[in-house]
């Protein structure tokens, strides 16, 4: 898993930008793939996120396919 900015508002997958934008926003492309790697790596498993909010991104993440592609941005 590649290592970033830990994402401590939602418990989703640490952030570190592959493009930065004319207008300053960071964004990083994450396959389905990566999103469902995430929901069993360590860094998921041992993290302090409160029990509804590591049901809702597991249920986000669940109903991606592998392929599906996700823009991920920080304004």
Do not use: H
């Not at 492309?29 to 991104?57: C, H, N, T, W």
Request: hydrophobic share 40%; no cysteine; proline share 8%.
């Amino acid at each position: 898993m590649p290592s970033g900015l830990s994402n401590d508002l939602d418990g989703g997958i640490p952030f570190w930008p592959d493009i930065i934008t004319p207008q300053d926003e960071m964004m990083k492309l994450v396959s389905g793939k990566m999103m469902k790697d995430y929901l069993s790596s360590e860094a998921f498993i041992k993290a302090d996120i409160p029990g509804e909010q590591r049901q809702k991104v597991s249920s986000m993440i669940s109903g991606l396919k592998p392929a599906d592609l996700i823009i991920m941005t920080v304004k």
